[in-house]
């Protein structure tokens, strides 16, 4: 830990006191490095884990300044193997994130809904989870927020399909191909269907709560998405977010629950249209020149 104080100490003396153009610029490039880094990460499951890593990094500082050499030893230890057991456990999520770095995927991540209104998608969804569940047919659909659920959609079939009624209706019509599993929507796209979910290791769940509820539990514990769950039994609306789950959803709340979700969604995308406008302006002035 001293000499990792004594590098940084060097860098802030070298960054305040001798300042060049070259380090201006080398300055410039990690900081957009890390930034996009950091925008990445925030869209995998990767981001929970490096809060425990920072708190781990705090725990070895305060372990060694106030002596405890036990703990502070292990937990040394631990940080030494730590990239290693990164590497081991999120090889798909770190193969993901350069992948993302590659094509740029970040700027298109954040797609606006052009053709299909926030209302028209909420009316939409509202209508098919209402008349599934008088009609008590099970459903599992999966709102995605900002961490991305790609390892999950891969699971199932790709739609990419807008959301509407009939659509989410006829996937989970029982004994159809795409019935059994979970919808995966992104915006106003259904991007995938009968998707395989970790089912919740929580054991205050109910006796009288199926499989399809722990898997919609299990989905919004390792991620902010929200789900909404119809149970074939009952034809129970509930919705799972942040780990807990909220039952017996009338149309009213339903659509609260919804609004709620868009507008945010819809207020985040607002803020990013400038970088998208400039992303788009670069791409066509890149392809005029490879015209020319």
């Not at 960054?15 to 201006?24: A, G, H, I, M, W």
């Amino acid at each position: 830990m001293n000499a990792i104080g004594d590098q940084f100490s060097a860098i802030m003396w070298n960054v305040f006191n001798r300042p060049k153009l070259v380090d201006l610029i080398d300055i410039a490039l990690l900081a957009f490095i890390i930034y996009q880094l950091v925008v990445h990460v925030r869209r995998t499951r990767v981001s929970q884990t490096l809060k425990g890593i920072v708190i781990l990094l705090f725990a070895t500082w305060l372990s060694d300044v106030m002596g405890m050499r036990t703990i502070h030893a292990l937990l040394s230890w631990a940080l030494n193997a730590g990239p290693v057991l990164l590497i081991v456990l999120f090889q798909s999520e770190i193969r993901r994130i350069l992948e993302e770095l590659g094509n740029n995927s970040v700027f298109d991540a954040q797609r606006s809904m052009a053709g299909v209104s926030t209302e028209e998608v909420i009316e939409e969804l509202v209508l098919a989870v209402t008349r599934m569940a008088r009609r008590r047919v099970g459903a599992l659909i999966v709102i995605e927020k900002k961490t991305r659920l790609d390892d999950v959609a891969a699971t199932g079939t790709r739609v990419e399909g807008v959301v509407s009624q009939p659509l989410i209706e006829n996937i989970f019509e029982p004994n159809t191909p795409l019935h059994d599993g979970a919808m995966i929507i992104r915006g106003d796209r259904v991007i995938s269907a009968a998707c395989l979910l970790r089912l919740s290791d929580t054991t205050g769940v109910g006796r009288d709560l199926g499989t399809r509820h722990r898997a919609g539990l299990g989905v919004s514990e390792i991620s902010d998405a929200s789900v909404f769950i119809v149970s074939e039994e009952t034809g129970i609306i509930s919705m799972a977010e942040g780990g807990r789950l909220t039952r017996h959803l009338d149309e009213a709340s339903l659509r609260s629950c919804l609004r709620g979700i868009y507008e945010k969604q819809e207020k985040e995308s607002r803020l990013s249209v400038p970088l998208l406008q400039f992303r788009q302006r670069r791409r066509n002035a890149h392809d005029e020149q490879q015209a020319e």
